[in-house]
Antibody, heavy 120, light 109 residues
Framework: EVRLVESGGGLVKPGGSLRLSCAAS????????MNWVRQAPGKGLEWVAS???????YYADSLKGRFTISRDNARNSLYLQMHRLRDDDTAVYYC??????????????WGQGTLVTVSS | EIVLTQSPGTLSLSPGERATLSCRAS???????LAWYQRKPGQAPRLLIYDASTRATGISDRFSGSGSGTDFTLTISRLEPEDFAVYYC??????????FGGGTKVEIK
């Protein structure tokens, strides 16, 4: 069974940093593109970043420079390092798996999310 | 940068009715790489349709996707009570990859 479990969320002050983790199981993690998606309160889904098995990376333009996606294939883990956090980064952050291994695809499995609250 | 616009924002329908949701892209979506997701409160998004018209594993045939280029549609043939939710389209073929539309809420009339 595919499982994605996020952790690392919490309350952080504006300007602070936070590192999110996503533990993957039930599939060959090193074969798949992985992604972070967030949803702010009352807002829609927002794609954050994607990383290929060999660490080819895409970021949403609005987040480039503050967020860094990475992965550790040996630990079956995905990470999102967030710096200079702002109030509008408050959201539930989800990790999600690409459906295919040979190209970029839709997101077929999602974790339950971890809440990041940026507030003074 | 590709932008996805979903309409209507809210669709008020009764169980048993047909729902038609639209997703329009600001430029042609490469290879019809467009997906539809269902989102219910407290649950992770669920993939319904990928590559514009292919149902994901385990998805009821009440859900169907169509379209190409810049215009895409999700149709729910006969609404069941569990279908009332928010639906998002997403493109994954153009840059920036992974762009979502703003969502359509399907609510009970």
């Amino acid at each position: 069974e595919v499982r994605l479990v996020e952790s690392g969320g919490g309350l952080v002050k504006p300007g602070g940093s936070l590192r999110l983790s996503c533990a993957a199981s039930g599939f060959t993690f090193s074969d798949y593109n992985m992604n972070w998606v967030r949803q702010a309160p009352g807002k829609g889904l927002e794609w954050v970043a994607s990383i290929s098995p060999s660490s080819y990376i895409y970021y949403a333009d609005s987040l480039k420079g503050r967020f860094t996606i990475s992965r550790d294939n040996a630990r079956n883990s995905l990470y999102l390092q967030m710096h200079r956090l702002r109030d509008d980064d408050t959201a539930v952050y989800y990790c999600a798996r690409d459906r295919v291994t040979y190209n970029w695809g839709a997101f077929d499995y999602w974790g339950q999310g971890t809440l990041v609250t940026v507030s003074s | 940068e590709i932008v996805l616009t979903q309409s209507p924002g809210t669709l008020s329908l009764s169980p048993g009715e047909r729902a038609t949701l639209s997703c329009r892209a600001s430029q042609s979506v490469s290879s019809s790489y467009l997906a539809w997701y269902q989102r219910k409160p407290g649950q992770a998004p669920r993939l319904l349709i990928y590559d514009a018209s292919t149902r994901a594993t385990g998805i009821s045939d009440r859900f169907s996707g169509s379209g190409s280029g810049t215009d895409f549609t999700l149709t729910i043939s006969r609404l069941e009570p569990e279908d009332f939710a928010v639906y998002y389209c997403q493109q994954y073929g153009n840059s920036p990859r992974g762009t979502f539309g703003g969502g359509t809420k399907v609510e009970i009339k």
